[in-house]
C-alpha cells in the first residue's frame, strides 16, 4: 500500500507494437477509475519513471501488473524478472505478452536474416551499412545496450504469471470488465479468480459471436481476401474460401473482423480447449477440403499461400513449435 | 503433499513387461527394462516392476490381479503386444484384481519395437521410453463405465441370396422377427440361376428352393421384395430404416400367381438380369418359374401401357383383378436391433478385357450365361449349344482368372472360378462329349472334396493347359483353325505359344463387389476395402462383423466366397444377432467423444466427417452434438474441431500430451531456451 491507501498499479512495454498501452488509455473516463482506485506506481509510457525506484520497492508491493510485449531482450527479461518480484499479480497482458503475436514470427528465422532485413534492405536508409554494436568504447566510458536473444519468448516462458488477458489488443470493454473485476475485489465483493485463468474472453471462439451463417463446410478453393471481387455479407468467411481464424481463436472481440468482412487474424488467441492453435485450425481445414483427389487437393491448399503467417500469426512463440528450428538449436545468434 | 507424492500424485503403478516368447525377449532386454521401470521409475509412482514370459497366459494375468490385490495397484502398465490383441485381456484381468478396466494401459513393445528394431541396444531404449510414455498417460486415466443400450428384437436383412436367406431363417426359426429386403422381384440371388453346384452337382434349385419357400411362408418373417433401403438412422439396438417399396402394379393379396398375365402380356424383353441376356421375359414377370414370392412386378419403364397409353392385357386378362396401374412406391420404416448386409457380388464385365472377344466374338460366353445355358429352365432348356441355338460345341475352351488375379483389374483371387470352371468341364463333357481345355494358371482346390472333383475332371479326360491365355481371336493363320475361335496361350508347362482352335469359349469371369457397394457402405455406416468389399471388423476373429455395432456382413458382399462359406456366413452373422437379441441390452465401449456445449461455437466443421454418421447440428442451440451410442471413437471429430470443443474418451488432451511427455523424458536432453547472443 502506498502512503495514499491505494494499491499500487504498474504497466510495461516490452517487445511489442505499444498499441496495448493505447488501449488501456483507450477506455476513456474510466481510466479515471483506475486513478480513483490505485496509485500508478510505475507506467513509463504514462509518466515518468526509473527502473531503480522500482528496485527499491519491497516484494509485493504492486498489487496488479500488467506486462505487455514479449521478451526479446536482455531488458526485457530483467524487468519481466524485477515486476514479477515486485508484484502480488502479474497479468500477461496483450497478445506479444501472452503468446509472442508478430514480433513471435521472428522466430522464424535466425538473427543475422533480421539484422540483414532490419537494416540492410531497401526500406532501410544506412549507406554505411552501421550495424548497432552491444558495447561501445566513447572517450566517456563503455556503452551498452541490451542484448538481443535469438528467438522471442512469451512472459510465461520467462516467469510465473498469475493472469492473462489477449487480444491484439485486448478490447477496451474487456480491459473495462477486468478493472471492474479487481476493483470488486478490492472492495472485498468478490474473489481473484483461479491463478492462471484467461480474463477478458468468452468460452467459445469467434465463431460463436459471429452473425455470418453458416453450413456444413466444404472447401474447394481458397481465395485471398484482396482477390474477391465480392464478398457475400450475409455467409461465413470460411465457406467463401476465404481463411477465417474465427473457428479456432478465443471468443470475446465480439467478432469484429469477420462482422467488418475480413476474416478473423486470430489475434484473441487459442481458445479455451487450443493447445497448438496453427496445428489447429491447419487440422480443421485440412478435413473440410472437399475433394479426393491427391492433385486437387494439392491444388486447394495452393490458394494457403503463408501458412505459417496465416495459422501462426499470433501464436507461434508460444505454440508447441516455440520457435523455427534454426534459432532453436542455437544457430540463430 | 511430500516431495514425492508430488511426483507420483500418490499412484501406485504396476508395470509389466511381456517377453512373448523370443519375441520380444529376443531383442529387448526385458528384465532389464523391468528392474528399471521399477527403480528409475520408483519416484513416479511405479512400485512394480515384473517381467513374464507370455503376460497373456492365466499365470500371466493372475501377476496383475494378485499384485492390485497386494501392493493395492491404483494403475497398470502392460508393455506386451499391442491394444488391438490383448488390450481388453489385460482390461480383464485388471477388473478381476478389482480395479476399474479403463486404469490399464498397453505399451506396444512388440508391433512398436521388437518387430521393428534389430539393434537390441537401441530396442531397450526405446521400449524404456515406450514404458516412460505409458505410466505418464496410465495417471491421467479415468474410470470408465460402459454404455447400456436395449436391443429391438427385430432385424433387417439386406439381401435375399442365400446368405440373406440363411440369416433370416436362423433368427426367425429362432422366433424373433426379420424384415429381408430384396431390390428383385425374387429372392434367390446368384444361386438360383445355376444349374448343378459344385463340388457334389446336386441340382441348384432343388436344394435352394425349399429355402425359399420358407422364407415366404414363415410367421416371423415380413419379405420385402421389389425394394430397397433408402435411410438408416439410430444406431445397434435402435435402428430405424425407411425402404421404398416399389409399385409392382399388382395387387398381391389378390394375385393367385397363375401366370395368366405373364403369358399374355405383348411385350418382350431380353432379360439381362436373370438370364443375362440369353433369354427373353415379359414386361409384367416373376424372374422364374419357383421365385419367392410368386407375385409377378410390371417393369414400368418397358411396359406398353406405360410407353403409349394403351394395353392393359394384362389387367383384361387377370381372373382376380389383381392388376392397378394406380400403384405408387410406398415408403415405410422399421424399427431394427441389427441389420445383416448380405448383398452379394457382381460378374466382371468381360467386356473389358476386348482381347478376349465378348461381345464381339459370338460364341464366347460369360460363365453365368453358361450356368444359365446348362439350367434346364434356362433359354435352351439345358442345352449347351453355341450362339446359333443349335449347333453343339465339338470343343471348348474354359479361361480361368478372366479379370482375377490381374493387376489391369482385380488383384485378387475370386475362390471361386477354379472349381467353377472345373464344373462346366464336366458338364460339357457329360452332356456333349466335346474336348474340353481349361486354361489356368494355378488350379486351387482347397476345400472339402474339392480336390477330389479336379482329379474326376482330370480323369474325364479334360485337357489342362497352364498359362494366361493372350487372346481369343477368329482369325484363322493355320490349317484347322477355319471358322474357329482360336485361343492363343502360352502354355509354360510345356515353354511354348500355342494356338488352340475351339468352337466356343467360357470366360470365368471374377466376382466383383456390387457396384453400388460404396453407396450402401455409406448408408449403413461401415467401411469397404480398396477393392469394395464390405470390410470386416477382423478378418479372422470377428467376419461377419464390422466396426459399426449391430450392422452384420455375411455371403459374398466381404469377398468371393463359394455357397458353402457364404452360408456358413449366414449363420455366423444370425449366431451374433442372437446373442444380441438373448442379452436383451448391449454394454457399447465407453470411448466415445462429446461435444463440451459451452466451447462449441457451431462452425459446422466436424458436421460432415463422421465416417458413422454420429454428429448433427442442433439449429436451435446453434450447436453440434455426438449421438454417442452411433459414436465409435474414432477421434476424426476430436482432430478436427478448431476449438478443441470435442474431447475423446480414452484419448484426451491430458492423456495424449501426458503420453507425449512420458516418451520424451527420457529421450531428448531438455535444450536450453536461448542463451543471451
Ligand atoms: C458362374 C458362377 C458359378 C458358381 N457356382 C457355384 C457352385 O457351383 N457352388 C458354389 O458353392 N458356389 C458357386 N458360385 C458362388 C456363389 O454364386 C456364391 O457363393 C453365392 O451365390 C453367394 O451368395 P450371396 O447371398 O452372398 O450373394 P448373391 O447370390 O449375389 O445374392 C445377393 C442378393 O442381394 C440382392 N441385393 C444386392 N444389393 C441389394 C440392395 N442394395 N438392396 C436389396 N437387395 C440387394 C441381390 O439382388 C441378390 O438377390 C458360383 C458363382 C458364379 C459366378
Ligand atoms: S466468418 Fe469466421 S468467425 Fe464468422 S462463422 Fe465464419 S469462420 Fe467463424
Ligand atoms: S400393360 Fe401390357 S405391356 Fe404392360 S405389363 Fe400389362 S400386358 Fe404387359
Ligand atoms: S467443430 Fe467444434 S466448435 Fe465447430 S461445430 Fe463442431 S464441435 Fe462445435
Ligand atoms: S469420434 Fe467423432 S468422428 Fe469419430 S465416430 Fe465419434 S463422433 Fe464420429
Not at chain 1, 500477461?92 to 539484422?115: D, K, Q, R, T, V
Not at chain 1, 487474424?265 to 485440412?286: E, H, K, L, T
Request: hydrophobic share 40%; with cysteine; charged share 25%.
Amino acid at each position: 500500500m502506498s502512503e495514499n491507501g491505494k494499491p499500487k498499479f504498474a504497466m510495461y512495454w516490452a517487445a511489442s507494437c505499444g498499441g496495448c498501452e493505447i488501449a488501456v488509455l483507450n477506455i476513456h473516463e474510466r481510466i479515471l477509475d483506475v486513478d480513483a482506485n490505485f496509485e500508478v506506481a510505475f507506467w513509463p509510457v504514462a509518466m515518468d519513471a526509473k527502473y531503480k525506484d522500482v528496485e527499491a520497492m519491497q516484494d509485493g508491493e504492486i498489487l496488479l501488473t500488467l506486462f505487455n510485449g514479449g521478451i526479446r531482450n536482455e531488458e526485457n527479461e530483467h524487468i519481466a524478472k524485477l515486476l514479477r518480484k515486485k508484484s502480488q499479480l502479474l497479468v500477461a497482458f496483450g497478445s506479444c505478452a501472452n503468446e509472442g503475436c508478430i514480433p513471435g514470427l521472428a522466430n522464424l528465422s535466425p538473427m543475422e536474416a533480421l539484422f540483414e532485413t532490419a537494416y540492410h534492405t531497401a526500406s532501410t536508409e544506412n549507406p554505411e551499412g552501421i550495424l548497432p554494436q552491444y558495447e561501445y568504447d566513447v572517450p566517456e566510458g563503455t556503452i551498452t545496450i541490451p542484448t538481443m536473444y535469438p528467438v522471442l519468448r512469451t512472459l510465461d516462458q520467462v516467469v510465473d504469471v498469475d493472469y492473462y488477458i489477449p487480444g491484439c489488443p485486448p478490447e477496451s470493454h474487456q480491459i473495462e470488465a477486468v478493472i471492474d473485476a479487481v476493483i470488486a475485489v478490492l472492495k472485498g465483493e468478490a474473489e481473484l479468480p483461479p491463478k492462471g485463468t484467461v480474463l477478458g474472453v468468452g468460452t467459445s471462439t469467434v465463431c460463436d459471436e459471429c452473425s455470418r451463417k453458416r453450413d456444413v463446410k466444404k472447401i474447394k478453393q481458397f481465395v485471398r481476401i484482396q482477390d474477391v471481387e465480392r464478398i457475400d455479407p450475409e455467409i461465413c468467411l470460411l465457406e467463401q474460401g476465404i481463411l477465417c481464424n474465427g473457428p479456432a481463436t478465443a471468443s470475446g472481440c465480439t467478432a469484429l473482423c469477420p462482422a467488418a468482412g475480413a476474416p478473423c487474424a486470430g489475434c484473441y488467441g487459442p481458445a479455451n480447449g487450443v493447445i497448438d492453435y496453427g496445428a489447429r485450425m491447419m487440422a480443421s481445414v485440412a478435413s473440410v477440403i472437399d475433394s479426393r483427389d491427391p492433385d486437387e487437393i494439392d491444388a486447394i491448399l495452393d490458394g494457403l499461400v503463408d501458412p505459417a503467417g496465416s495459422f501462426y500469426r499470433f501464436n507461434l512463440a508460444h505454440s508447441l513449435l516455440h520457435t523455427g528450428q534454426a534459432s532453436w538449436n542455437g544457430k540463430g545468434s | 503433499m511430500t516431495g514425492e507424492e508430488a511426483q507420483t500424485n500418490g499412484h501406485r503403478i504396476g508395470v509389466y513387461v511381456c517377453h512373448c516368447g523370443t519375441n520380444i525377449a529376443g531383442v529387448v532386454d526385458v528384465e532389464h527394462v523391468s528392474e528399471w521401470a521399477k527403480d528409475a521409475l520408483g519416484d513416479r509412482g511405479v512400485v512394480v516392476g515384473k517381467d513374464y514370459k507370455f503376460m497373456c497366459s492365466d499365470l500371466g494375468q493372475e501377476l496383475i490381479q494378485k499384485d492390485i490385490e497386494r501392493e493395492g495397484l491404483d494403475r497398470v502398465v502392460v508393455a506386451a503386444c499391442s491394444p488391438h490383441l490383448h488390450e481388453k485381456t489385460f482390461r480383464n484381468a485388471t477388473e478381476r484384481g478389482g480395479l476399474n478396466p479403463y486404469l490399464c494401459e498397453m505399451a506396444s513393445i512388440r508391433e512398436q519395437v521388437s518387430w521393428v528394431h534389430t539393434n537390441k541396444a537401441i530396442a531397450t531404449e526405446k521400449a524404456k521410453a515406450m514404458i516412460s510414455g505409458a505410466v505418464e498417460r496410465v495417471k491421467e486415466h479415468e474410470s470408465l463405465e460402459p454404455f447400456r443400450v436395449p436391443i429391438e428384437e427385430a432385424t433387417l436383412i439386406v439381401g435375399g441370396g442365400i446368405a440373406g436367406i440363411q440369416s433370416a431363417l436362423e433368427i426367425a426359426n429362432a422366433g424373433h422377427p426379420v424384415y429381408l429386403v430384396e431390390r428383385e422381384p425374387s429372392i434367390g440371388g446368384h444361386m438360383a440361376q445355376f444349374d448343378k453346384t459344385f463340388p457334389t452337382l446336386d441340382c441348384s434349385a432343388c436344394i435352394l428352393t425349399p429355402r425359399m419357400s420358407e422364407v415366404g411362408v414363415h410367421p416371423n418373417i415380413e419379405l420385402l421384395t421389389w425394394s430397397e433401403v433408402e435411410k438408416v438412422e439410430g444406431y445397434v439396438g435402435n435402428f430405424a430404416v425407411t425402404i421404398r417399396k416399389k409399385a409392382s402394379y399388382v395387387i398381391n393379396e389378390d394375385c393367385t400367381g397363375c401366370g395368366i398375365c405373364w403369358q399374355k402380356c405383348p411385350k418382350k424383353v431380353i432379360d439381362d438380369k436373370f438370364e443375362v441376356g440369353l433369354g427373353y421375359r415379359k414386361a409384367i414377370y416373376t424372374p422364374f418359374e419357383q421365385a419367392v414370392p410368386k407375385y409377378p412386378v410390371i417393369d414400368h419403364d418397358n411396359c406398353t401401357y406405360f410407353e403409349k397409353g394403351s394395353c392393359k392385357a394384362c389387367e383384361k386378362f387377370c381372373p382376380t383383378e389383381a392388376i392397378n396401374f394406380e400403384d405408387e412406391d410406398e415408403v415405410i420404416t422399421v424399427n431394427v436391433g441389427n441389420i445383416v448386409l448380405a448383398t452379394g457380388y457382381d460378374l466382371f464385365d468381360a467386356r473389358r478385357i476386348p482381347q478376349y472377344g465378348y461381345g464381339r466374338l459370338a460364341n464366347v460366353f460369360t460363365s453365368l450365361e453358361f450356368e444359365r445355358m446348362t439350367n434346364a429352365a434356362g433359354p435352351t432348356d439345358g442345352d449347351i449349344v453355341l450362339r446359333d441355338g443349335v449347333t453343339a460345341p465339338k470343343s471348348v475352351g474354359i479361361v480361368h482368372c478372366v479379370g482375377s488375379r490381374d493387376r489391369n483389374f482385380n488383384n485378387y483371387c475370386s475362390s471361386i472360378c477354379c472349381m467353377q470352371s472345373l464344373k462346366f468341364a464336366h458338364l460339357v463333357h457329360e452332356r456333349t462329349g466335346a474336348e474340353v481345355f481349361n486354361f489356368y494358371i494355378d488350379i486351387r482346390t482347397p476345400a472339402k472334396e474339392y480336390d477330389e472333383f479336379y482329379q474326376r475332371v482330370l480323369d474325364e479326360g479334360t485337357r489342362f493347359v497352364r498359362g494366361r491365355v493372350a487372346e481369343v481371336t477368329d482369325a484363322a493363320r493355320l490349317p484347322g483353325e477355319e471358322g474357329k475361335l482360336i485361343v492363343q496361350v502360352e502354355d509354360t508347362l510345356a515353354g511354348q505359344q500355342r494356338r488352340i482352335p475351339v468352337d466356343m469359349v467360357i470366360l470365368s469371369a471374377a466376382l466383383e463387389p456390387r457396384t453400388d457397394a460404396y453407396e450402401t457402405a455409406k448408408k449403413f455406416g461401415i467401411a469397404c476395402s480398396a477393392n469394395g468389399w464390405f470390410t470386416e471388423k477382423h478378418p479372422k476373429l470377428d467376419p461377419v462383423a464390422t466396426m459399426t455395432e449391430g450392422v452384420f456382413i455375411a455371403g459374398c458382399s466381404t469377398g468371393p466366397k463359394d455357397i458353402p462359406a457364404t452360408v456358413s456366413q449366414g449363420s455366423a452373422a444370425a449366431a451374433r444377432i442372437l446373442s444380441y437379441i438373448e442379452m436383451g441390452e448391449l454394454a457399447l465401449e465407453p470411448v466415445r467423444a462429446t461435444v463440451i456445449a459451452e466451447q462449441c461455437s457451431g462452425c459446422r466443421i466436424c458436421n460432415d466427417l463422421c465416417p458413422f454418421n454420429a454428429i448433427s447440428y442442433d439449429a436451435e442451440t446453434e450447436l453440434s452434438e455426438i449421438n454417442i451410442a452411433l459414436c465409435q471413437g474414432c477421434g476424426t471429430c476430436v482432430a478436427a474441431c478448431p476449438a478443441g470443443a470435442i474431447t475423446g474418451t480414452g484419448f484426451s488432451n491430458e492423456q495424449v500430451l501426458a503420453q507425449i511427455e512420458g516418451l520424451l523424458m527420457l529421450n531428448v536432453e531438455p535444450q536450453p531456451v536461448a542463451e543471451p547472443a
